[in-house]
């Protein structure tokens, strides 16, 4: 079969337990691997708040919504494929008598409780790991070399921040399930990369495909961190006085980060649409990290990106394009 020409889509995913999330034309769809073999396609309702007013659609907000509606369709759809596929089957947990008593009388608000839970401590060790730790290690460092580091501090708590993600992912990386999600991960891209490309989506076809795309998510984690180093080095030198103050400099920068995540929404936008060296320099750190946040997967996963990819995208190509 002939090639199509190549186009760029406005289609993004999210690897999901035992399957793949789309956004597409079409809307939202995912295709989950069941415990029995076969592969549920379902389509998702969610209401975007960049449809009810144009103010939230504008270039950097829409950044900043995006943000907080990626994360809570991602928590969602990651508990539906945890049901779909079967993990979520509570008569083959093995649980103590107080569990079971909270289970039975609480049932599903239990489970939600739990979450809920477990969210807020992650953001909890997120702000502790990726805020409050790179201040006080700068801090320490600069008052024993008697405060000749301070121009360079919003520079050395970014790379810092860097750092500890990069070696945070490498380690998670290794973890049987995180590997296996990696896999759908990197089917997700491969996937993308096919229709992209003008091929035809057959395993053969997506399996030789590249599993690294410009628009991933981990692509928008670096260039937020790129960006909030360049930040964080301006505003040490607009308010340094405050940068010696530890509560006052991380609220400062805790205030910008929505414009940090506006920022880099229409970076990766722009990269999206477009493939020249400024694209290609802010590109390469999150591309490389792909390598960790996706694996090659196998055939069987090929199909349920295939699947989920089919779902929301339309019979004409040129009407998935980028606008």
Sequence with gaps: MEDKKIHKTSVGGQALIEGVMMQGPRGIATAVRKADGDIVVKHHEFNHIRDKHKFWGLPVIRGMVNFVESMILG???????AEASGMEDLEDVEMNK????LTDKLGDKFMNFL?????VLGFALAFVIFFYLPVLAFNKLNQACHGSLTPWQGTFEGVMKILIFVIYIALVSQMKDIKRTFMYHGAEHKSIACYEAGKELTVDNVRESCRFHPRCGTSFIFVMLIISIIFSTILSKIFPSIAHVRVLWMLLKLAFIPLIMGIGYEFIKYAGKHDNLFVKILSAPGLWMQRLTTK???DD?????????KAVITDNPEDDEIK
Excluded: D, R
């Excluded at 996963?301 to 990819?309: C, F, Q, R």
């Design 75 to 81: 928590y969602k759809m990651l508990m539906y494929s």
């Design 98 to 101: 107080f569990e079971k008593w």
């Design 115 to 119: 979450m809920g839970i477990a969210t």
């Design 296 to 298: 090659e997967p196998t």
């Design 301 to 309: 996963i090929i199909e349920v990106g295939i699947e989920s990819l």
